[in-house]
T-cell receptor, first 112, second 113 residues
Framework: KQEVTQIPAALSVPEGENLVLNCSFT??????LQWFRQDPGKGLTSLLL?????REQTSGRLNASLDKSSGRSTLYIAASQPGDSATYLC???????????FGTGTQLKVEL | DTEVTQTPKHLVMGMTNKKSLKCEQH?????MYWYKQKAKKPPELMFV???????INESVPSRFSPECPNSSLLNLHLHALQPEDSALYLC????????????FGPGTRLTVL
């Protein structure tokens, strides 16, 4: 059974800092990995999708990397802003597809 | 139209009530999903519809009954729920292949009294 863990569970940083969120998964036979953002009480917003054959994806200040063999992904956020405050979730698709397994989440707070 | 909509936003129901949650998308997606999310926990998959057929049921109790009347619409019928079923119910859709990006709606906040 696929298990996805995120470290740290919570993170508080001053505005402008660069930061890294970590995601690890136990079954390396994944189709892809997605990073999502969730604001309190809201739905999920897809940030980046990395296919299993890719090593990284970039969107604006966000860069996600994937090391499938070691079961790890990182989300790098450059020059953090208070508007980045949210919970960040990684999720993987394994097996027959269609089924996302989510990580435990990292709650990020960027302070002025 | 590039969004998934869900109604209602909030729902309060008693344990003997029957209610339904509605999800709609007009992106031409052929896979639709229901997830349940408890406070401070990640979403958990409940059901997957692929091309309007139920393809995954994650051993969800029968008091939750999904329905996919057409490719744009997904319902979740609720009956005889328990207080522990109170949660945020999220709907998502994807183009159709199992490895596609999933697009999520804003969710329905359900409270069972």
């Amino acid at each position: 059974k696929q298990e996805v863990t995120q470290i740290p569970a919570a993170l508080s940083v001053p505005e402008g800092e660069n930061l890294v969120l970590n995601c690890s998964f136990t079954d390396s036979a994944i189709y892809n990995l997605q990073w999502f953002r969730q604001d309190p009480g809201k739905g999920l917003t897809s940030l980046l999708l990395i296919q299993s054959s890719q090593r990284e994806q970039t969107s604006g200040r966000l860069n996600a990397s994937l090391d499938k063999s070691s079961g790890r992904s990182t989300l790098y956020i450059a020059a953090s802003q208070p508007g980045d405050s949210a919970t960040y979730l990684c999720a993987v698709i394994t097996g027959g597809g269609n089924k996302l397994t989510f990580g435990t989440g990292t709650q990020l707070k960027v302070e002025l | 139209d590039t969004e998934v909509t869900q109604t209602p936003k909030h729902l309060v129901m008693g344990m003997t009530n029957k209610k339904s949650l509605k999800c709609e998308q007009h992106m031409g997606h052929r896979a639709m999903y229901w997830y349940k999310q408890k406070a401070k926990k990640p979403p958990e998959l409940m059901f997957v519809y692929s091309y309007e057929k139920l393809s995954i049921n994650e051993s969800v109790p029968s008091r939750f009954s999904p329905e996919c009347p057409n490719s744009s619409l997904l319902n979740l019928h609720l009956h005889a729920l328990q207080p522990e079923d109170s949660a945020l119910y999220l709907c998502a859709s994807s183009p159709g292949r199992g490895t596609d990006t999933q697009y999520f709606g804003p969710g329905t906040r359900l409270t069972v009294l």
